[in-house]
């Protein structure tokens, strides 16, 4: 497994395990918020500090510990790639991968998709700290699982997306000033005034 060292952008950090975030910030380190510079290193962090040595270890320490536990705590069962059709009252969902997609999601994706899959991806940014970015792609990228979710309609998506996104439900809206996917995610504790990111 991929150690965490210095020279992990905060970024990349924030994917492999968002929950970095509470040891950094516990430990005075600043890295959320509209002015966060998450494309600088650990070690441009640390300096900034000016942490000693000692302390740079100790981080570094906890967010492997972290690293590992999360790994070993969200890797996704057959269960969650077989995919389900669930009646709640009137409303139809389709469920795979932890994810539940309205009758109505399902049917725009389709007539979208053109034989491609449909990535959904958490990654590092906005103000509180994490973005989902979806789009349509012939194939997933080499992290990425395939969770067929009907027989027109693929899902690609990673193992950290997987893990965060559980139980999440995904809408497509059709409107005058909002249409397109939106996915409600109940396991964020925050997000920003202007609804683009969330933070775990």
């Known amino acids: 497994m991929q150690q965490i060292t210095e020279d992990f952008k905060i970024s990349q950090l924030f994917e492999l395990t968002p929950d970095s975030v509470v040891i950094l910030e516990n430990s005075g380190l600043k890295v959320t918020g509209c002015d966060a510079r998450t494309e600088r290193t650990l070690k441009e962090l640390f300096a900034h500090h000016k942490l000693e040595s000692q302390k740079t270890q100790k981080i570094l320490t906890h967010l492997n510990k972290l690293k590992q536990i999360e790994v070993e705590a969200h890797i996704p069962s057959k269960k969650d790639q077989s995919p389900q059709k669930i009646t709640e009252g009137n409303k139809i969902y389709y469920k795979v991968a932890g994810l539940m997609f309205t009758e109505t999601a399902v049917k725009n994706l389709e007539s979208l998709s053109e034989n491609s899959g449909l990535q959904i991806r958490l990654s590092a940014g906005g103000c509180s700290g994490f973005k989902y970015d979806y789009d349509f792609t012939p194939s997933p990228q080499a992290d990425e699982k395939v969770y067929k979710l009907t027989e027109k309609l693929s899902i690609f998506m ?32 925050r997000a920003c005034s202007c609804g683009t990111s969330i933070a775990f």
């Open 158 to 189: 990673n193992d950290f997306t997987f893990s965060r996104s559980y139980g999440s439900v995904v809408e497509f809206k059709l409107g005058l000033h909002e249409s397109g996917l939106t996915i409600i995610n109940p396991n964020k504790k």
